[in-house]
């Protein structure tokens, strides 16, 4: 007898990680059965169009969501507080993709080519998935520990606009409008004149022909919220509880691709001839390192795409046990959708369906 | 009785530094006495303004060097290596500002606010500037030398496309004019359907809505010139020649000045009190570090502006001894035509003049 196959709920349905979500279950057809689209009241009674079909997104209740084995949580962190709990507690498996669970020590923090085993271990029924600009450098990072013993992380990221949502880009496009016909000089000010009523949009400071050394929300000791976000999330999908990390976060004007410069300490010697192997023959990985032909990633070129991509890999110059990468990745795809999507795909495959 | 002012010779006068330098030039207008504006043979005959003089730009001769007290040289490697010993053979001090003599080791490598003394011992006549990336960094990271006592660096940079000259910065304009009235979507491959026939100008890839991870010329190991300059004029201007420094260079989209995100660790304890004191009162910086009012340093209001600007002072979270910033620098000002000034005027200071 064949199983049933499980019925989907996606709660944020209409948001942009929601767009790329419906574009991924529509190229994973054959994975659920019944999908319904959920949102907030708000967007209620739009329609969207998920597997060629026309659906019509509803209020998340406790009502739409009653059944659905998978509750995918697309949403901001206090909509998943609300109703993951809801979910979960009526045996819907929630995968959430907001940071309100990321911290619990009874939710697992999962990356399905790290740990993916992480996820069968759900004490609340709930299993996070990563932020993006961690998603961008994970993969690639994880597959070099598995070899070499991670013992020290330095990142500095090139976060896109797209990392603050449908509105970091849209204030990144009108700002660039502004700059763009004028004839800019190298004073003091000139951007921030030319950019006259652009609106800054979510950024603290102007992006156009800028890069801004901030994102997130202030923390202790001068951090923002993303640079220890990084540094908890990395412990976690590790497994390194007391892995030194050290990231700076710097949105750049780039739209939708998150790019990290990443300075990776082990514990063994490394070769970048073994790191070029493990990297070109892990999943989610593409490496692209051909300096000689310009063959490095970059997030023009990456954006719209599955994988983490990696280039410019060198050992450190005075330090056999360090290499340097630069990594790139789509912030919606694997830094967003895919693998809050991965991992609910192989929650489902073991679900006990009738 | 009163000496004669110095003769002043600028060689590269036509070109983006020139332009700044000439500026420098009029403000501290009492330095010089005569000064003599060269540069190719393509560029001569065009008249310049310095110190509100109109002056004719003449071609860089035996002649035309002939008498020079001091000799800024803001013109490429291969002018500096053909010129700058006919100049100092005659006498001149030669002020190098390009990458010609930076590996020298009888040639000084000078950034007045750290290593101002080792101009005076200059074997062949001439003293070098050092590299835009460089010095971005160097004096903020060396005031923090001073204290703390340095034992490694891992900086990743985001270079402007100023630091490419005139043609990087044209690229830019017409990159960003080709995308910014496009309503360019995230599917790979639309930055570059976007740009159409504007010009790459001197990048491995397009820079509008874009970071390229690639600088200078490959190198060995697959390091860029760039990375490996970085590593040996830091170690050259502070006096370390086993500093471990791992450099990372990477173009973005903006016009005039360079950031560099640094991880520094030191011999001792570091203290972000102790720190912010000490960059507060460095010449040549300037601390700007208020997160709450989205107080640091970006490129696009530094541009324009002679300090080193230093703001996302921590100490990192995992390391007593490291410390994480952000500086920001103009690549053309201190970056380029302001340390050389400095250079020659402290030269000029001790001359023996009749």
Redesign the interface.
């Given at each position: 007898m064949m199983a049933r196959k499980p019925a989907l709920a996606v709660v944020g349905a209409t948001g942009a990680v929601g767009a790329v979500m419906l574009g991924i279950l529509s190229q994973h057809a054959d994975v659920w059965g019944e999908i319904r689209l959920l949102a907030s009241p708000r967007s209620a009674g739009r329609t969207l169009t998920v597997r060629g079909e026309p659906t019509e997104v509803r209020a998340v209740t406790e009502e739409s969501l009653a059944g659905a084995d998978v509750a995918l949580f697309l949403a901001p962190g206090e909509v998943a507080a609300r109703w993951a709990p809801v979910a979960a507690g009526r045996g819907t498996v929630v995968v959430d993709a907001s940071p309100a669970f990321r911290d619990d020590p009874d939710v697992p923090l999962v990356v399905p080519e790290i740990n993916g085993h992480a996820a069968r271990v759900r004490p609340l029924g709930i299993v996070a998935s990563p932020g993006c600009t961690t998603l961008a450098l994970i993969v690639a990072v994880g597959a070099l520990h598995a070899e070499f013993g991670l013992t020290e992380l330095?990142v500095?990221a090139?976060q896109a606009a797209?990392g603050a949502g449908r509105a970091g880009v849209a204030a990144l496009?009108e700002q660039?409008?502004a700059?763009?016909?004028t004839e800019?000089?190298?004073?003091?000010?000139?951007?921030?004149r030319a950019l006259g009523d652009a609106a800054a949009g979510p950024f603290?400071?102007?992006l156009a022909?800028?890069?801004?050394?901030?994102s997130g929300t202030?923390q202790a000791?001068?951090?923002?919220s993303e640079e220890?976000r990084i540094?908890a999330e990395t412990r976690r999908i590790l497994g390194l509880p007391?892995?030194?990390?050290?990231a700076?976060c710097?949105r750049?004007?780039?739209?939708?691709a998150h790019?990290v410069?990443v300075?990776a300490r082990f514990e063994r010697p490394v070769e970048?001839a073994r790191a070029h192997e493990i990297l070109a023959t892990s999943p989610g990985v593409v490496l692209y390192?051909d300096?000689?032909a310009?063959g490095?990633?970059?997030?023009?070129?990456?954006?719209?795409?599955d994988p983490t991509w990696v280039?410019?890999?060198?050992?450190?110059?005075?330090?056999e046990r360090?290499l340097?990468l630069?990594v790139c990745g789509?912030n919606?795809r694997k830094g967003g959708a895919l693998n809050a999507a991965q991992i609910a795909e192989a929650v489902a495959a073991e679900l006990p369906l009738d």
């Open positions: 330095v500095s090139y797209g496009r660039l409008a700059v763009a016909g800019l000089g190298t004073a003091p000010g000139d951007v921030r603290a400071a102007p022909l800028n890069v801004v050394p901030w202030l000791d001068g951090w923002s220890l540094r007391g892995l030194p990390v050290a700076t710097v750049v004007p780039v739209i939708g790019s410069s300075h970048v390192d300096p000689a310009a490095f990633p970059t997030p023009a070129d990456v954006v719209g795409t280039g410019r890999v060198r050992r450190a110059p005075d330090d360090a340097e630069f789509d919606l």
